[in-house]
């Protein structure tokens, strides 16, 4: 079980980051965050840049993790990697808009 | 003991009824396999002669064959029928059957389960048949859209036949995946470790794993909008606080991962059939194996794609467009790994090759017509039309119906036990090539000249006549051309000679059975060491046959079969299952009567159908287990397992985890759901908040907390080989529980009576159904605790064998759980406010 985990740990961080901040964008534009400002942008989008770097974070941990300790099966390391690899460019390509799109309309 | 001795005993153990009852009481994986697959195509052949007629209607301008009313109603059973009646079962049905099979198993983890799953699936089919026989079927679209399909639109009854249809239907799918992942987790031959596993297997894994994450979405959406039909609570009623958007989440949410739900097992049957007809192994196995897995997640983070026409927000629609980008590199990668597996072997342009050539040729058109609607100004100008009738079908004919046709040849001398001898295939091939491409090429081309979807007829002078024609020629070929394969498979499967064992000499477990295979498949388990036993041992077959394996002596006339570790697959456990019975089928007729209760709106009928179905349950279970404490079994190799039930994890603890990840995921897509409308929806605030009280929360968590804390005062399992005590276990903690979760029912109950308006405004209605939801597990979890206490008194339950004990655990934990979730679902926000 521990080596599925593994296989399957970094995605579903991924979808996980993903989510919350599809609903984190939602909340924020519901809330009216988007017309506080911050440090020259909107508040709402510093929150959304934040929660990125964060979900960014998060998988270079995970990465590392998996670097350092060792599956059961051999096996596992090298598919693993690859899951790993998968959500790390998912987590920065899908949710890279949230720099520059207009958030609320 | 000789091989044809244990084949005997074996088969007197394993044996299906004979006669006419044989497939009411069967349970064999087999048997089902076969006839999940047989009732998929018959939905198949039911869908296509749809198609035929809707290429009828629309072969000449202004048509007078079908009035608009009957379109709709014969479109939407269409795409209703292949997408839930045939596609998903097709699936079920080819890993029912093959699963064990390559897993070198003797069946699946719940074989009563299997056949409860299958007929729900036949009922809940002919309720939808029977509908469109009495031509009060669903008109509203396969996707069903609200308000359309709202009370208002559509007061008759042809929407509550969808929604009440396909919830019945799904929990097939729902019952299935749970059986597909214990088995596949704990039901293998020992030694094959997850790296071992043959490639299909993986795919499977992964497609039951997103059914359990895809459907309770859909499942939930249905209900809700049977709620609003039924009761009038306002989920998707804009006026009153609803959204109707809400829906389009909810089924897309489903929505696409059902695509990959689709495509996956195609996919697994093309890098099986490809690697032995190139007479290779698979190239980039680990490749394929983390694409797959990338594939799967990354579809859930695509729904919102087929809503960029709704006007949500520019950084909604970038993400989506942009993970919807990223999708085509996993299939990329499993494309090439089967170019490069043709490239390195010496590919053999047999039936089977033929139907995966035309399968590139036809799903990489899908692919890019995919890629271009998934480009938001194209997808503005292409919705709704033609164009992506034309598409979907490139993906959903080319990517399933393709493969499993290649399936089908692939599979047929394992199947039938014959050597395919009429020669009608590669004519039928033909024909559905040239067919398939001449319908659906000219749709593209329709659609961007304007054509929307789903319009029964047009006018003469729209320029769309000739294209029309050309593509309802190319349907009549197809069809045609689809009844020659299904004339080919029958006459082989009758009249051909018998075939030898593994004609395709592939290296699979599959094919080191007897053709056609026994009842209990392989005579002794095999001792898997490689990634295909049968290319490595060419007599393993003989082998298994004289004993030479894992559970070779028949005892005691009982099915035996052992569960593995997860990942290195080593024996764990003795399995006896259950044997032939009618159970599931009457189970599934109380099931059945449920959601006719509902569909005739007969109410006061509906709790009965509720207690039958607990009553039913409890019998289920019951009848397994033993009163006496079981040594540890020998299984061959010198080596002993204890007895499954006096285990901690047997197979039903792995089967309540895997359904509970699908109704944790129902859970969270209600809670999307009410922050969604909360957030979003028009007409918020509510007339009316409900009001905070301190009792029902008190009441609830501490119920909840009194509950889990007994639960864990139960007896930790003595150590295995520490004697023979059977002491009865304490009866105290399990009263504990039961009153613990009583009061979480109660504050349910107290919740639900002071709802405020809940069909005046969306947030009443929500709030119904979160409480409902919680009293729904806390009762499952009385039951359950009920259910102990009379084993435990009836000496089923010892300090051994307590499996049953682990397992009403985890419910009550579960429960307790669910039940503060919704508590502070419920009042938390009312502080606020
Ligand atoms: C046997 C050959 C088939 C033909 C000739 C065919 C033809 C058609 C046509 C013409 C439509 C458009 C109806 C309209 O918009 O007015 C349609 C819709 C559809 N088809 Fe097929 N089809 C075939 C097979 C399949 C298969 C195998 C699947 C799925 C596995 C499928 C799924 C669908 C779906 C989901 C729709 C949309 C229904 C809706 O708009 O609600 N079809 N089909
Ligand atoms: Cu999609």
């Known amino acids: 079980m521990r080596d599925l985990l593994r296989i399957l740990i970094a995605p579903l961080i991924w979808l996980a980051a993903f989510s919350a901040v599809y609903a984190l964008q939602g909340f924020g534009c519901a809330a009216g965050l988007n017309e506080a400002i911050f440090v020259g942008m909107s508040f709402l989008r510093a929150m959304l840049i934040l929660a990125w770097v964060l979900t960014i974070a998060t998988l270079v941990g995970i990465f590392y993790w998996l670097e350092r300790t060792a599956p059961r099966l051999p096996w596992t390391s090298a598919i693993s990697r690859i899951t790993a690899c998968v959500a790390m460019v998912a987590a920065i390509w899908s949710l890279f808009p949230v720099t520059f799109t207009s958030i609320c309309n | ?833």
């Open chain 2, 1 to 833: 003991m000789n091989a044809l001795k244990r084949h005997r005993l074996l088969t007197r153990i394993w044996a299906s009824d004979s006669g006419w009852k044989r497939c009411f009481t069967t349970v064999s994986h087999t048997d089902l396999g076969r006839m999940f697959l047989g009732m998929a195509f018959f939905y198949f052949a039911v869908g296509g002669v749809l198609a035929m007629l809707i290429r009828a209607q629309l072969a000449s301008p202004d048509a007078a064959f079908m009035g608009p009313d009957i379109y709709n109603q014969v479109f939407t059973m269409h795409g209703t029928m292949m997408m839930f009646l045939f596609a998903i079962p097709a699936f079920e049905g080819l890993a029912v059957y093959l699963l064990p099979k390559m897993l070198g198993a003797r069946d699946l983890a719940f074989p009563r389960l299997t056949a409860y799953g299958f007929w729900c699936y036949t009922f809940g089919g002919f309720m939808m048949l029977t509908s469109m026989l009495v031509g009060l079927a669903p008109d509203g679209g396969w996707f069903m859209y609200p308000p359309l399909t709202g009370p208002a639109a559509s007061p008759g009854v042809n929407t509550d036949v969808w929604l009440l249809g396909v919830t019945f239907v799904e929990i097939s799918a729902i019952c299935a995946a749970v059986e597909l992942c214990v088995s596949i987790l704990k039901f293998r031959a020992p030694g094959m470790s997850l790296d071992k596993m043959p490639i299909f297997v993986w795919y499977a894994l992964v497609t039951a794993l997103m059914i359990l994450t895809a459907f309770p979405p859909l499942i939930l959406g249905s209900i809700l909008l049977e709620l609003e039909r039924a009761i009038g609570l306002p989920f998707f009623d804009a006026a009153l606080g609803g959204d109707s958007l809400l829906w389009q989440h909810l089924f897309w949410l489903f929505g696409h991962p059902e695509v990959y739900i689709i495509f996956l097992p195609a996919a697994g049957l093309i890098s099986t059939i490809i690697p032995v007809m190139s007479r290779t192994s698979l190239l980039g196995h680990g490749w394929v194996v983390a694409s797959v897995v990338a594939l799967a997640f990354l579809s859930f983070g695509l729904w919102v794609h087929h809503m960029f026409a709704t006007g949500i927000p520019h950084m909604g629609v970038a993400f989506f467009s942009a993970a919807s980008t990223l999708v085509a590199v996993p299939t990329a990668v499993q494309v090439f790994a089967w170019i490069g597996t043709m490239w390195h072997g010496r590919p053999q342009l047999q039936m089977p090759m033929l139907y995966i050539l035309g399968f590139f040729a036809t799903f990489v058109i899908g692919g890019l017509t995919g890629v271009m609607l998934a480009i938001v100004p194209f997808d503005w100008q292409a919705h709704d039309t033609a164009f992506v009738t034309a598409h979907l079908h490139y993906v959903l004919f080319g990517g399933f119906v393709f493969p499993v046709l290649a399936g089908l040849y692939y599979y047929a001398p394992l199947v039938t036990g014959r050597r395919r001898f009429f020669r009608i295939g590669e004519y039928a091939f033909g024909l559905v090539f040239i067919g398939f491409h001449g319908t659906f090429f000219a749709m593209h081309w329709v659609g961007l000249l304007g054509q929307r979807r789903r319009i029964y007829t047009y006018d003469a002078d729209t320029g769309w006549e000739l294209i029309n024609l050309i593509s309802s020629i190319g349907g009549f070929v197809l069809a045609i051309g689809l009844a020659m394969v299904l004339l080919d498979l029958a006459l082989n499967a009758i009249v051909a000679i018998r075939g030898k064992r593994n004609p395709w000499r592939s290296g699979t477990l599959e094919w080191s059975m007897m053709l056609p295979p026994s009842a209990y498949n392989f005579a002794s388990l095999p001792r898997v060491t490689s990634r295909e036993p049968l290319a490595d041992i060419p007599d393993l077959p003989t082998r298994l046959a004289r004993g030479e394996g894992y559970l070779a002596v028949p005892r005691d006339g009982r099915r035996e079969m052992l569960t593995v570790s997860t990942t290195h697959a080593h024996p764990e456990s003795l399995v006896v299952y259950p044997g032939n019975t009618a159970l599931p089928i009457l189970m599934a007729a109380v099931t059945g009567s449920f959601f006719l209760s509902l569909l005739f709106k007969i109410y006061w009928f509906t709790p009965f159908a509720v207690l039958a179905v607990a009553a039913l349950a409890w019998r289920w279970v019951w009848g397994l287990g033993s009163q006496t404490d079981e040594e540890d079994q020998e299984i061959g190799f010198g080596e002993t397992v204890p007895h499954a039930m006096q285990t901690d994890r047997s197979q039903g603890w792995w089967g309540s985890v895997f359904l509970m990840v699908a109704d944790a995921t129902l859970f969270g897509s209600l809670i999307f759901g009410y922050a969604f409308l909360w957030t979003i929806a028009p007409n918020w605030p509510p007339p009316q908040w409900l009001a905070f009280s301190v009792w029902e929360p008190l009441i609830g968590v501490a119920g909840a907390a009194v509950a889990i804390i007994a639960a864990r005062q139960t007896p930790r399992p003595m150590q295995r080989r520490s004697g023979t005590t059977t002491g009865m276990p304490h009866l105290l903690p399990t009263w504990q529980s039961l009153l613990g979760l009583s009061a979480l029912a109660a504050a349910f109950i107290g919740l639900l009576l002071r709802t405020p308006l809940p069909t005046e405004h969306a947030y009443g209605a929500v709030l119904c159904v979160i409480s409902a939801f919680g009293l729904f597990h806390a009762l499952l979890a009385i039951l359950m605790l009920v259910f102990l206490v009379f084993r435990i008194r009836r000496g089923f339950i010892s300090s051994r064998r307590r499996s049953e004990v682990e397992i009403v655990k985890l419910w009550i934990n579960y429960a307790a759980l669910i039940g503060v979730v919704c508590l502070v679902l419920i009042l938390s926000p009312v502080l606020f406010t």
